[in-house]
């Protein structure tokens, strides 16, 4: 059964840091590219960071340079580092891990940064 489980979501303030991480079970994780997605109240669901597994990194415009995807393949897990957090970023956060025909999601995690 595969499992893709968030962790590390909560309240900041704005400016403020938060890392979230997902812990996959059930698949081979190492080929698994991997992603974050999120989507706050009222808007469609939006791409973030992607980390495929030769080590290449796509970030959302609106994140680029505040947000960092990394990825433990020991552990399972895919993180994401957020830095210099905005109001716009409170949203729900979404792991995603994509091989072939085989595309996974976790349940999602709340992330609120307000003042």
């Known amino acids: 059964q595969v499992q893709l489980v968030e962790s590390g979501g909560g309240l900041v303030q704005p400016g403020g840091s938060l890392r979230v991480s997902c812990a996959a079970s059930g698949i081979l994780f190492s080929v698994y590219a991997l992603g974050w997605y999120r989507q706050a109240p009222g808007k469609e669901r939006e791409f973030v960071a992607r980390?495929?597994?030769?080590?290449?990194?796509n970030y959302a415009d609106s994140v680029k340079g505040r947000f960092t995807i990394s990825r433990d393949n020991a552990k399972n897990t895919v993180y994401l580092q957020m830095n210099r957090l905005k109001l716009e970023d409170t949203a729900v956060y979404y792991c995603?891990?994509?091989?072939?025909?085989?595309?996974?999601w976790g349940q999602g995690i709340q992330v609120t940064v307000s003042s």
């Open positions: 980390l495929i597994t030769d080590g290449t990194t």
């Open positions: 995603n891990a994509h091989v072939g025909q085989s595309d996974y």
